[in-house]
């Protein structure tokens, strides 16, 4: 079945750039389907950050999205999040998962364990 | 403040059945975007209860429902089990946003 994890620093400081990379286990993200990002502040609920398709197209978050990179690596099986300009705000944990469905009318299952990273000096 | 609207809390007793309510607008459910569901026991990640208004992945026990009308969608839980007790997330999507969105969790506590 498919198997996600996310990796990355776990403290990042203010103004600087956040970058996590997920690996993809059980299929090839070449294959198709969507990938997405998703994050959740400490004792807050879920904030969708954004979307690739496994060809490179994205969508993001517009509220997010003069700050939000994210792209796919197919050699490896792995999609990446940049998030730039953090501020204490975007201390979260941060998801990966996959997107079955597309954008529009989509799910994410199954999702990745979550890694926390805080923004702090 | 969500875009989708969730109750902050429900609880019922062991073997009882409660209802998870969530509210949107002309944008996102009454628009006709599905409504998917979402449990997240605590220290864990979510996980995919309900896709597509009403349809459970395998493995999902068929005591888990749910169900959409108009603006609202809601999720229904009936035989209750302590194993239950988890923060609970709806999501759909909001073509005047242009986001995908997420109520903001009802926490179900079994008493």
């Known amino acids: 079945q498919v198997q996600l994890q996310e990796s990355g620093p776990g403290l990042v400081k203010p103004s600087e750039t956040l970058s996590l990379t997920c690996t993809v286990s059980?299929?090839?993200?070449?294959?198709?389907?969507?990938w997405g990002w998703i994050r959740q502040p400490p004792g807050k609920g879920l904030e969708w950050i954004g979307s690739?398709?496994?060809?490179?197209?994205?969508y993001y978050n517009p509220s997010l999205k003069s700050r939000v990179t994210i792209s796919v690596d197919t050699s490896k099986n792995q999609f990446s999040l940049k998030l730039s300009s953090v501020t204490a705000a975007d201390t979260a944990v941060y998801y990966c998962?996959?997107?079955?469905?597309?954008?529009?009318?989509?799910?994410?299952?199954?999702w990745g364990q979550g890694t926390l990273v805080t923004v702090s000096s | 403040q969500s875009v989708l609207t969730q109750p902050p809390s429900v609880s019922g007793a062991p073997g009882q059945r409660v209802t998870i309510s969530c509210t949107g607008s002309?944008?996102?459910?009454?628009?006709?975007?599905?409504v998917h569901w979402y449990q997240q026991l605590p220290g864990t990640a979510p996980k995919l209860l309900i896709y597509?208004?009403?349809n459970r992945p395998s493995g999902v026990p068929d005591r888990f429902s749910g169900s959409k009308s108009g603006t609202s969608a809601s999720l229904a839980i009936s035989g209750l089990q302590a194993e239950d007790e988890a923060d609970y997330y709806c999501?759909?999507?909001?073509?005047?946003?242009?986001?995908?969105?997420f109520g903001g969790g009802t926490k179900l506590t079994v008493l």
């Open positions: 002309s944008s996102n459910i009454g628009a006709g975007y599905d």
């Open positions: 690739i398709y496994h060809s490179g197209s994205t």
């Open positions: 998962a996959l997107v079955p469905g597309g954008i529009v009318d989509s799910w994410f299952d199954p």
């Open positions: 999501q759909s999507y909001d073509s005047s946003l242009r986001d995908v969105v």
């Open positions: 059980g299929y090839s993200i070449s294959s198709g389907y969507y």
């Open positions: 597509g208004n009403s």
